[in-house]
């Protein structure tokens, strides 16, 4: 049994001494270069019709509020409580225990206490107390509350894009409070006086307009496409042509476009359309709905319904009959979570998905008609339906980082793992507090992965940097899969920083590093070089 | 008694003192729980600062063969190097250094006998402080490579189209863009 402290003991421990400040005094925070993301370009604004457009600055004195900024929130506050009961309860019932108070990433690599869960999202609770109710109004500081600012809608914009609606803090508060939401409706209200960041409404003007987040075209996503393959065929020998726009296809492949355009995320696109093609599948791609990605998420829920429209308008236009969803994060929470209601029912075409291969019915889809790659590829390796040389990828000791939004978001946790320990021979998995359901967000997600917040990113990535250091020096681990697309833009650059030996990648390229094809059975053109073109074997390759 | 002596007698004493004084450069809030919680995982920063404080000590101490200075000093710095510090302040540890050995042994350093010991030990701390603002000094300069090098991968189909890249994942540049 634990020892229990005596009483003596027990107050001798207590610290007397009150805090020099009390945190609500303690505004605006002191912003700097590197700790905040650039706002929203005034051009941008305008173009999707977002409030108050103007040029500025977090670094300004003056923000350029509206005049009635007050207003303006307190009615948008009002709105958001009669419509979402969840908001309403989330900012009554907090009881302030701390539970979630050391379970953000942020707080832990950043020592800042407003990034403590309880206190980010008192920071909106204060002011919900203070104008909005009467115990607030009657008792003030004394009952948590106090009055709306400019210097409150400056500390809103600098620690709401301080979180990345990661939800960890969630798993851990015994009243089931989700900080992420609160976050979310901080952000919502934000944009009604134009304070938001450009790396989300760029990408999110670039979805309305064109169908993906960098703004690829048609033809481009084509061409690059076909980049693709000519690598696959320097890789296998084999010349695949990628089915683009077709109709009646069986399936609809929808990936982030950081899978076709960012590097490492090419290389699993790679092993997805090798996999496609080993199957024989009949699908296509669409440019339209050409990103997974949804940085709606990130801005409102109006943006987030209106993104993830073109993925059914185009599941109805080719007339497939279910979609497959590559390996995304926060994609994932959109379709698991709101797609049914945000966007569904999902045009009649569609059906339940099941499996040309294998058979398998999708019953847990049978709603929203899309199925996840991870739960589609280990389904066929059940089934026995891959022919896989684990050892093609010996040269990689594996560890698996759950992506925040597939594995809190849906619980998605097993099929990726399952698919892990038979595409390669030498797979550990991190330290049980940080993973599955607990794990320890990149530091860079909710459309914070921008170049200007990189100090941020590596604060709050550390806890996670933290236990793949651990597995490097316990293991040799050399490889960090995940199923992200913003894990993969994001968790190179904190590898650089923090294990400078690990590297990043998608699972479905160490299924395509695996995966026999029919032609290197027979010895016909043996595999030497995996997707990124070194070699699979680099000893044999120094020895020869 | 050799300072030497002195310092391992009291060597807990001025590791905790050290780590104090390392704490009080945080938020108190922050402190309490860096302080408090022990798990490595969950509580990284104060794991590293602890691992960092104990090895320098060692190292310092002569405990250990082996020279893994640096590797200790990177423990701290790496992690103040990207927190809400000036460059002064991130490697202000290691000064501190010298004020919790001051406080620790308070009055047994007036023996003049330690005198030329003790100028000794302080050049060597100075010597940490040096070697930490190197590596505080390419942490920095990693973040600035890092966010090339993330425009890079992140334009990488678009530059390769283009015949714009050169670094190791093409080899070198087409003859007709190199300048």
């Known amino acids: ?177 989700d900080t992420c939401e609160v976050t979310m409706m901080g952000r919502e209200l934000l944009h009604l006086l134009g304070c938001n960041i450009n790396w989300i409404l760029e990408p999110v003007r670039n979805c309305f307009k064109i169908g993906n987040h960098i703004g690829i075209p048609p033809h481009t996503i084509k061409e690059i496409i076909e980049y693709l393959c000519w690598d696959i065929e320097e890789v296998t020998g084999l010349k695949i042509e990628v089915p683009f726009n077709k109709k009646g296809a069986e399936i609809l492949f929808v990936t982030p476009s950081g899978d076709y355009f960012a590097e490492p995320g090419i290389y699993t696109m790679m092993g997805y359309i090798i996999l496609f093609n080993y199957l024989d599948l009949d699908w296509t791609m669409s440019t339209y709905a050409s990103e997974g990605g949804n940085f709606g998420l990130f801005t409102s829920h109006e943006a987030m319904a209106k993104i993830n429209a073109k993925i059914y308008h185009e599941a109805e236009r080719l007339g497939v009959r279910f979609i497959i969803g590559g390996e995304c994060g926060h ?34 889809a049978k709603s929203t008609k899309m199925i996840h790659v991870c739960e589609f590829t280990a389904d066929l390796i059940a089934h026995g339906k891959l022919e896989l040389d684990p050892s093609r990828n010996d040269k990689y000791i594996v560890t698996f980082h759950d992506s925040c939004n597939p594995s809190r978001g849906m619980g998605f946790f097993e099929e990726p793992r399952y698919i892990l320990r038979h595409v390669c021979n030498n797979f550990y998995d991190m330290p049980e507090n940080t993973i599955r359901e607990k794990t320890f967000c990149c530091g860079s997600g909710s459309g914070l992965n921008t170049d200007e917040f990189m100090e941020m990113r590596m604060r709050g990535g550390f806890p996670r940097a933290n236990a793949v250091q651990y597995v490097r020096d316990k293991h040799g681990v050399n490889m960090l899969a995940c199923i992200c697309a913003i894990d993969r833009a994001a968790l190179p650059a904190l590898m650089n920083y923090w294990a400078p030996e690990v590297q990043v990648c998608g699972v479905h390229e160490l299924v395509a590093n695996a995966l026999v094809l029919p032609h290197e059975k027979t010895g016909e053109r043996p595999r030497t070089l995996d997707m990124r073109q070194e070699p699979l074997k680099p000893e044999e390759e120094e020895n020869a | 008694m050799t300072l030497k002596d002195l310092l391992l007698d009291k060597k807990g004493k001025i590791q905790k003192k050290w780590y104090q004084l390392i704490l009080e450069t945080y938020p108190p809030e922050a402190a309490a729980f860096f302080k408090k919680n022990r798990d490595q995982f969950e509580n990284p920063v104060g794991a590293h600062l602890g691992e960092g404080v104990e090895g320098i000590l060692s190292q310092l101490l002569g405990e250990t063969e082996e020279d893994r200075v640096k590797y200790y000093i990177d423990r701290i710095v790496r992690i103040r190097a990207v927190q809400d510090f000036t460059p002064a302040d991130a490697v202000r540890v290691f000064p501190l250094l010298k004020r919790a050995i001051r406080q620790v042994l308070g009055g047994e350093l007036e023996d003049l006998r330690l005198l030329k010991e003790f100028l000794d030990l302080e050049e060597q701390i100075d010597e940490i402080t040096l070697k930490a603002f190197e590596i ?22 678009l530059l390769r189209k283009a015949g714009l890249l050169y670094d190791e994942r093409e080899g070198s540049l087409p003859p007709q863009t190199q300048i």
Not at chain 2, 142 to 154: D, I, P
């Open chain 1, 331 to 364: 994609m994932w929470r959109v379709k698991h979570q709101y797609m049914d209601t945000a966007t569904g029912p999902a045009p009649k075409n569609l059906e339940t998905p099941k499996s040309p291969i294998t058979g398998t019915v999708f019953e847990h």
């Open chain 1, 1 to 177: 049994m634990a020892k229990l402290p005596k009483p003596d003991e027990l107050i001798k421990s207590i610290d007397w001494t009150p805090p020099e400040k009390d945190w609500m005094d303690d505004v605006p925070p002191e912003i700097k270069p590197g700790r905040f993301c650039y706002p929203a370009k005034k051009n941008i604004l305008e173009e999707i019709g977002f409030p108050n457009p103007r040029d500025w600055s977090p670094l300004d004195e003056d923000w350029k509020l509206p005049s009635n900024f007050r207003e303006i929130i307190i009615e948008g506050m009002k709105d958001r409580l009669s419509k979402y009961r969840s908001f309403k309860l989330f900012m009554d019932i907090c009881v302030r225990c701390g539970a979630c108070a050391d379970k953000c990433h942020y707080f832990l690599g950043s020592g800042d206490p407003k990034n403590m869960p309880v206190l980010r999202a008192e920071l909106l609770r204060s002011i919900y107390k203070g104008e909005l109710t009467w115990q607030g109004k009657l008792f003030g500081k004394l009952a948590g509350a106090r009055k709306l600012t400019e210097d409150v809608i400056k500390e809103w914009f600098y620690y709401y894009y301080q979180c990345s609606e990661c939800r960890r803090c969630s798993v851990f508060c015994p009243y089931g409070i």
């Open chain 2, 136 to 157: 505080y000094h390419s942490c920095r300069e990693r973040l600035y490579h890092m966010k090339v090098e993330e425009w890079k991968s992140r334009m990488y189909m």
